[in-house]
């Protein structure tokens, strides 16, 4: 299957600071990529949707400013958690949709980074 | 809005035995996908089966197999032969039909596989 690429795996950051986590399809073309998070023991929730070119689409109660997404290109989709807090910390999984997908509706998953804000 | 309902927190089954995951949807779409993924202790999310709503045979993955009960609105997954390997999260998973459309995801189910 295809391969979607997160990086990083794993981050630490103080409160305050701002943390980029990358979202790559390494083998094909993405226009729709998916921003989640997870929090221990629990679903993932749908947290934006990125289209490339466009602004991304936020669900409901997530705060766009403090979740920012751009999806440059189509192989790249990134997420920037803006001056992050404790309760920021959590696990985040991007997934993508390839071009040709279409009706297939498969979307494939990244590794998932595990953000720690202290 | 769609809903998709996993009334099983946790399962444990016995190594080789088989095991039947539960799960409820609530849609008034009539073109929709639906998918069953694990996650391993690993993280990352593994798609085991995916079953097309227009589609009335059920899906099946060498030892998963899904009981697609449309009129019901049912979608349990049947692991057979179960492996220590399969201990993980389930999840069963909704899209709407479309280019655009996003998975929603059930509060999943734990499942252990006890040698």
């Known amino acids: 299957g295809a391969v979607v690429s997160q990086h990083p795996s794993r981050v630490i950051c103080k409160s305050g600071t701002s943390v980029k986590i990358e979202c790559r399809s390494l083998?094909?073309?993405?226009?729709?990529m998916f921003w989640y998070r997870q929090f221990p023991k629990q679903s993932l929730m749908l947290m934006a949707t990125s289209n490339e070119g466009s602004k991304a689409t936020y669900e409901q109660g997530v705060e766009k400013d403090k979740f920012l997404i751009n999806h440059a290109s189509l192989t790249l989709s990134t997420l920037t958690v803006t001056s992050a807090h404790p309760e920021d910390s959590s696990f985040y999984i991007c997934?993508?949709?390839?071009?040709?997908?279409?009706?297939?509706?498969?979307?494939?998953f990244g590794e998932g980074s595990r953000l720690t804000v202290l | 809005a769609q809903t998709v309902t996993q009334s099983q927190p946790e399962m444990s089954v016995q190594e080789a035995e088989t095991v039947t995951l539960s799960c409820t949807y609530d849609t008034s779409e009539s073109n929709y996908y639906l998918f069953w993924y694990k996650q391993p202790p690993s993280r990352q999310m593994i798609l085991v089966i995916r079953?097309?709503?227009?589609?009335?045979q059920n899906a099946t993955e060498n030892r998963f197999s899904v009981n697609f009960q449309k009129a019901a609105k049912s979608f349990s997954l049947k692991i057979s032969d179960s492996q220590l390997g399969d201990t993980a999260m389930y999840f069963c998973a909704f899209m709407k039909g479309g280019s655009q459309g996003n998975l929603i995801f059930g509060k999943g189910t734990k499942l252990s596989v006890k040698p």
């Open positions: 079953q097309e709503a227009y589609k009335q």
């Open positions: 997934s993508a949709r390839e071009v040709a997908g279409g009706m297939t509706g498969e979307l494939f």
């Open positions: 083998d094909f073309q993405a226009t729709t």
